[in-house]
Structure formats: C-alpha cells, structure tokens
C-alpha cells in the first residue's frame, strides 16, 4: 500500500496525495450531484472500482509526472473533504487546476484556500511555466475562482472527451532566473 504524502498545508487544510484508503471517499465525492454536473459521470460505484480510478488517475500521475490531484483535508480533524490540484490531459498543452469539494464543505472560501496553495506550489516548487484551468461556460463559481487565482480567458473549445463545452483559462508564470 502506498503511504501519503503532505504536498501543501494552508491555514486550515492538508493537501496530500491519494492512497488506496481513500477508495470509499473517492466514491462519494465522484457520485455527487456537483461533480457529475461540473466534472462529468464517472461510473464509479463501488470501491473496487474507486481503487482502480484511483491507481490509473491520481496515483499514476503522481508518480510519473510529480503532481495529480490531492486529497484536501482539514488539518483540524484529518477530514477529506474534497480533492485539487494539477491534471495532464493529453488535449492541453500544460497541466490544468481543477478542485472539487463535498457540498457540505462549499461556500467556506476552502475551494479557493486550496487552489491558491496548489497554484504556489505550481509556480514555486513545480516550476510550470504556464497553469491552465477549464470549466463549463455556466459554472460561475469555478469563472470566478480561476479569475481570482489570476487565470484569465483564452478560449472556448469543446473537449473530445464527452464532447463538453469547456472555456480554458491561463496564467503564465514569469521567470527572472532564466
């Protein structure tokens, strides 16, 4: 079993890479109403299934290319509570920021607390020259957070992977130490 590693603290959350442990919570938040509206229907129901998502998604990532989508944890009380950070689709030509939280836990700023940590840690320790985000035409919330993370609009396209409507955002990080 692979053992987790913290990746980012903020204030109030852990950032930390996925395990297998982490099949059940998985589950729940790939089945959530938000998830498939905003991410899309992932036909993951039962744990067996949410290990495989798992080692094949975040946990190849992480090994191949140092970065994937984290657990988010509230350091108060060790509770997952959602996932962010950085994914590689073969479509775009740099990794994109994506995070999604159990509802319970939206409309706390935790969204953006964790985002910002995943964005310094892009531009700081991973060194990404150029961050890329995308989100549906209609998800205002994700607009205005990729907004406020200092991602701007560069265009609209339509994913080949459910065919879904998609703006993809930009931010290039400047580099003085070149």
Partial sequence: MTE????IETPRLRL????????AFYM???????WIANIGQR???????????????????Q????YSFYIIELRSEG???????????????????????????????????????VLRHTRD??????????TSPSNQPSINLLNKLGLRF??????????KDSNIYRRDFLRTDA
Wanted: net charge negative; aromatic share 4%.
């Fill in 63 to 66: 090994r191949e290319l140092g």
């Fill in 16 to 23: 930390r890479t996925a395990t297998l442990d982490d099949a």
């Fill in 125 to 134: 320790v991973l060194r990404v020259p150029t961050l890329y985000g995308l």
């Fill in 154 to 163: 560069e265009r609209f396209s339509r994913q080949p992977l459910g065919g």
């Fill in 79 to 117: 509770l997952a509570i959602g996932m962010c950070g950085l994914i590689k689709r073969a479509t775009m030509p740099g990794p994109d920021i994506g995070y999604a939280l159990l509802p319970a836990h939206c409309g706390q700023g935790l969204a953006w607390e964790a985002s910002a940590g």
């Fill in 28 to 34: 729940e938040l790939v089945n959530d109403p938000s």
């Fill in 4 to 7: 987790s590693m913290t990746v």
């Fill in 43 to 61: 036909n993951i129901h039962t744990l067996e299934a949410a290990r495989a998502a798992l080692e094949t998604g975040p946990m190849a990532q």
